[in-house]
């Protein structure tokens, strides 16, 4: 039996995303990697799933963020926002929620292309990143000093593009401090309110746009005086616009775009 599914992206950042509302789709780890291979597959940076949220509970709908590796992630900015377009779209609102397993997002759809959406708030805590012991999340004891928290998934950023190769972001996402591995950011301050980011994203190599990257990136910037809270972030694939406001919620916005539909016989994946 085919199956409907959605390729969009935010900058570049590319979904793939599947409709599990109407039943299960047996997306096995195996059978999600398949999928997002560029060669023998759809191919993304993210596969993305939906399902009915429970009786009562407030959200549109439930979200689920696999890497191409097919390992679980708590959240991705850019795919909720995308995510948050596709489902006012389907019930004409302006606002949509959206529960992950980092928490309920509450994305509000800007215009016909754009959305911001509430990332939440920041934990800075080492448990929350997690590291591997006790440290300051500022500063870690590692060369380059990168700062570290969670935005849902473990960030560290390091405030210097010199070094952003392929090589080190495989390395450093591996590293011993992080039992969970981490995304990479490389960020380099333009000025106090300007960054030019790269994120190397666990299980997917270096990606065209981060959004909770972005997140991570501003707010780390900001708590070591080096960015404002608020902020335009240069990814390779265009600009994003990261709030971290008093109350402590960060906000994203950036724009959204379907780059196609399909059909998909899942039959043809491993499970």
């Known amino acids: 039996m085919r199956t409907p599914f959605f390729k969009m992206h935010g900058l570049g950042n590319d979904f793939v995303v599947l409709d599990e509302r109407p039943g299960d789709l047996s997306l096995t780890r195996s059978r999600i990697s398949a999928l997002a291979d560029r060669k023998r597959g759809i191919g993304c940076d993210q596969l993305v799933s939906l399902r009915k949220p429970e009786v ?5 709908v439930v979200v689920r963020f696999f890497n191409p590796d097919g390992s679980e992630a708590g959240a991705c900015g850019n795919a909720s926002r995308c995510v948050a377009w596709m489902v006012a779209g389907e019930e004409g609102k302006s606002e949509v929620s959206l529960r992950t397993s980092a928490g309920l997002l509450p994305p509000i759809v800007q215009d016909e292309n754009h959305v911001t959406v509430d990332m939440g708030e920041p934990r800075l805590s080492w448990r929350d990143v997690p590291l591997v012991r006790e440290m300051d999340t500022l500063r870690l ?7 570290a928290l ?7 950023t390091f405030f210097s593009d010199d070094d952003a190769s392929a090589e080190r972001g495989a390395l450093l996402e591996c590293d011993a401090l992080f039992p969970e591995r981490a995304n990479i950011g490389f960020a380099s301050i333009k000025a106090p309110d300007v960054m030019r980011l790269r994120v190397w994203e666990r299980g997917a190599g270096f990606t065209l ?3 909770s990257g972005a997140c991570a990136a501003v707010v780390n910037a900001a708590r070591r005086g080096l960015g404002e809270r608020k902020m335009r972030v240069l990814v390779d694939g265009g600009e994003l616009t990261i709030d971290w406001g008093h109350d402590n919620h960060v906000r994203m916005t950036g724009p959204v775009a379907t780059a196609f539909v399909g059909t998909v016989d899942l039959t043809d994946y491993p499970t």
């Open 141 to 147: 004891p590692m060369p380059g000093e990168p700062a």
């Open 209 to 211: 746009a981060c959004g």
């Open 56 to 60: 009562g509970d407030p959200a549109s």
């Open 150 to 156: 969670s935005m849902g998934n473990p960030h560290v």
